[in-house]
């Protein structure tokens, strides 16, 4: 990374962050769906969703297998859920009318966090990408469907952001993390461009790009947030930010930064060692007060 490389600081983002007005209700602040978790993967889920909560928006609506229904519906008294019939678990094709049909009441979705990766859950993802009418933020499994037939992403009827950590880019390029790590901003880049997605690269100096060739380089986290499920919480931050009405590149940046300042904040407090993902989620909020100077 050279010197001139743009970065994701405070100043780029403090102007950006959108006011919420004293007449406001929940509608003000965007309508997220996430489609995401499957039978041993409800944790997924539900910190996509937390993080979604801890970011602002209006409404988190969480469609999961009705396997990890009684799960969910414990630990997470905030969200709207839809329980979806499934066969074997995960969901299926025979899912779709009813996963789109949710979709066309959102502002924003999230999906794939912990939904598995087998013929079944390739298909909806297929399905989802081509003709959901909103933006989207695709994380995990949902990048390892895409992965098969990766130009489905050109056929998305909306923006789309994705977030890969570098094995998922390097299954996502046909290419090793040893080659994706070697030049991280082209390779964001290029993947940004030839898919007309904005790309978030996750890892030391995420990278954010867009199709544009616009890019910039975070300036925040640390290896405490080198975690499982960190990456569901940074998915559902960024769809809340989506849902909210900001930008899809100005949702990534803000997301990467809030999240990574949130895992900073939370290493000065008990240790890289001993931090958790969910640890993070207290110190979001915090995060935005450093942002905006409260």
């Not at 990766?117 to 390892?144: H, K, Q, Y």
């Not at 909306?158 to 901003?185: D, F, W």
């Not at 890892?203 to 867009?210: E, H, K, N, Q, R």
Request: charged letters at 15%.
């Amino acid at each position: 990374m050279s010197n001139n490389t743009p970065l994701i600081t405070k100043e780029f983002l403090k102007d950006k962050i959108k006011s919420r007005p004293i007449d406001s209700n929940k509608g003000t602040f965007g309508n997220l769906l996430a489609i995401c978790g499957s039978y041993g993967m409800a944790g997924a889920a539900m910190m996509a969703a937390m993080g979604a909560l801890r970011s602002g928006v209006g409404l988190m609506r969480l469609a999961i297998p009705e396997s990890i229904y009684p799960i969910a519906a414990v630990r997470l008294p905030e969200c709207v859920f839809h329980p979806i019939k499934t066969t074997d678990k995960t969901f299926s094709q025979s899912n779709c009318t009813e996963l789109l049909k949710l979709c066309e009441t959102a502002s924003a979705v999230v999906l794939g966090c912990g939904m598995g990766w087998n013929f079944f859950t390739s298909s909806v993802t297929e399905r989802i990408v081509e003709s959901c009418a909103v933006p989207m933020v695709i994380d995990a499994d949902g990048l390892n469907c895409v992965s098969e037939h990766i130009d489905i992403l050109n056929s998305a009827k909306a923006p789309v952001i994705i977030t890969p950590h570098p094995g998922e880019m390097a299954r996502l390029t046909k290419t090793t993390i040893e080659e994706v790590q070697s030049n991280r901003i082209e390779c964001a880049c290029n993947f940004a461009k030839k898919y007309n997605v904005i790309t978030v690269l996750k890892g030391a100096g995420t990278v954010v790009a867009s199709p544009t060739g616009e890019h910039r380089v975070n300036t925040t986290g640390n290896p405490g947030m080198s975690t499982g499920g960190s990456g569901d919480i940074l998915a559902g931050i960024a769809g809340s930010l989506l849902a909210q009405g900001y930008s899809p590149f100005d949702a990534a940046c803000l997301g990467v930064f809030v999240h990574g300042l949130a895992g900073d904040i939370t290493a000065k407090q008990q240790g890289m060692i001993s931090m958790l993902p969910t640890d993070t989620l207290r110190n979001i909020g915090k995060a935005f007060f450093f942002i905006t100077d409260q």
